[in-house]
């Protein structure tokens, strides 16, 4: 108001002067109880502008004198808000620090100051108490919380940690229930009720958790199917085993969505193929796996595959995994399996030079294992115990073998499927509990003799001249009967032939 005054005063400064400049000054007389005054017309003017002028700064300053009190009080109100907001700050940094003490302390002090931000204080209050230890004082808090409606989601999830800190599970799930029915975002409470239910291995609500969690767009649609797909199989799992056609056939209803939701993902495929065979659908079931493999190869799917017929040849066998391989024959799995093949149709020279195109693999224990045995399918027990000596020092790697050909494809246990579950959900890896808990090693080491002796079928076969031990259907086992002793009838060896040869690179005697 005062610079308006001013701005006001030097424009009728300027009029009057410009007036008195141009020879009109005008006269002003003024009557006044006696008084008379008289004076030219530009300074009448300029008196009056001098008096209102004098007038609006006692006027502002009667009014700054009269306001002072209500200026210190906001002065001092905004000093302790700064205060109270310092204290908060310092609070939530003691509590990330884990200075439950300090914190305390500080939300004793933003208490006595922050009163225009009790949300705050009182969420301070409860995490630093929890940071403390003090749970009966973080549960008074969390609880006196729930009786505002813009912090009982905060008490509610507060009240759930207190209630795991202390090992109540119960309270807990009852606490995540209830925010999850408040609030459709709550993904911390969706992932304590999942977990609940996983624990509990009841993987019809989980599945109904997974859904709900789609419909609410808590998480998105592909980790949602993953997590779908990773419980029918649970559920498949859970009544596999069973007895009754009932319940078989659920087995094989789950299996099949899960199929559906994610026709890569193996535990589902296998299952639904295990059970279809069963029925005597071997067809459908190879082409569960079938084109599984050719979306993602995986060790699991070719030994199912492999198990589906039982009444074959070897060679019959060695061809349909071949055939197999070759769906996509780039992936790494695919050139395993042409090993793999070679030797179940005992191929032995075959399998070597599949083996060939996989020399710049990273030797993994898995690796030097299928080397080993295909090193011993032809003769080089050297070579094969060589492979076994750098698989014992390599890194492991699941292979799968494990699968119980008689009895469920993924005999795993409730913690097992849902570890699996949660895992192939979020990331879309498929692991192997078993192998993770080391319960089986070196699985794919094949065991050979500690010495050589003459009397290794290897050894005979090659001073005869005659075929090598033949290979069984299952890949790394050769328990094959011993050769017949040579007969004096027969040709004596020649030297310098093939057979010959095999014996110089294969065992030799032991010493």
Not at 146 to 151: A, H, K, S, T
Not at 248 to 277: C, E, H, N, Y
Request: proline share 6%.
């Amino acid at each position: 108001m005062i610079r308006a005054a001013f701005v006001l005063f030097l424009v009728a400064a300027v009029a009057v002067a410009t007036v008195a400049l141009m020879g009109e000054p005008g006269r002003a007389h003024l009557d006044w109880m006696g008084w008379r005054v008289e004076m030219t017309a530009a300074a009448a003017a300029l008196l009056t502008l001098f008096s209102a002028l004098l007038a609006t700064v006692l006027w502002r300053g009667l009014i700054w004198v009269i306001e002072a009190p209500r200026r210190a009080a906001l002065a001092r109100a905004e000093n302790k808000r700064k205060q109270g907001v310092e204290a908060l700050s310092r609070g939530f940094l003691a509590v990330a620090a884990g200075d439950g003490s300090e914190a305390r302390r500080l939300a004793q002090k933003a208490a006595d100051l922050a009163e225009d931000t009790p949300a705050l204080v009182r969420v301070l209050a409860a995490q630093a108490a929890e940071t403390a230890g003090d749970h009966v004082a973080a549960k008074s808090a969390y609880s006196a919380m729930l009786g505002f409606p813009e912090m009982r989601l905060a008490g509610l999830r507060g009240l759930m940690q207190t209630a795991l800190a202390e090992g109540d599970r119960l309270a807990a799930v009852r606490h995540a229930e209830t925010a999850f029915g408040l609030a459709r975002t709550a993904r911390w409470a969706w992932r304590a009720l999942l977990e609940s239910r996983l624990e509990a291995g009841d993987w019809v609500a989980a599945l109904d958790l997974a859904q709900s969690a789609l419909d609410r767009k808590i998480v998105p649609p592909v980790v949602a199917e993953r997590a779908r797909a990773a419980l029918l199989a649970a559920s498949a799992a859970s009544l596999e085993g069973s007895e009754e056609p009932r319940k078989r056939s659920q087995a094989l209803d789950f299996a099949t969505q899960a199929v559906k939701l994610k026709p890569d993902f193996a535990p589902g495929v296998i299952m639904a193929s295990r059970l279809l065979s069963a029925e005597g659908k071997t067809a459908k079931a190879g082409q569960l796996i079938e084109a599984a493999w050719k979306s993602a190869p995986h060790p699991a799917l070719w030994l199912a595959y492999r198990d589906l017929k039982t009444n074959e040849t070897p060679k019959a066998r060695a061809a349909r995994l071949a055939a197999l391989a070759a769906l996509k024959p780039e992936a790494r799995e695919s050139r395993i399996l042409r090993v793999e093949s070679g030797l179940v149709g005992g191929d032995p020279v075959a399998a070597r030079a599949a083996a060939r195109l996989l020399d710049d693999e990273a030797p993994t224990a898995r690796f030097a294992g299928l080397m080993a045995r295909v090193a011993f399918a032809n003769g080089e027990a050297d070579e094969a115990r060589a492979w076994i000596a750098r698989g014992t020092a390599a890194p492991q790697e699941p292979d799968w073998s494990d699968l119980d050909p008689e009895g469920r494809a993924f005999a795993y246990g409730r913690e097992d499927w849902a570890r699996l579950a949660v895992s192939y959900a979020e990331t879309g890896e498929l692991i192997h509990p078993r192998h993770e808990r080391r319960e089986r090693t070196m699985n794919d080491l094949p065991e050979l003799p500690s010495a050589y002796v003459e009397s290794t079928p290897f050894v005979r076969a090659a001073e005869v001249g005659g075929p090598l031990m033949p290979i069984p259907d299952d890949p790394g086992v050769y328990d094959a009967p011993a050769l017949p002793e040579p007969s004096g009838e027969g040709p004596a060896p020649r030297r310098g032939t093939g057979a010959r040869r095999r014996l110089a690179s294969g065992p030799r005697a032991a010493k």
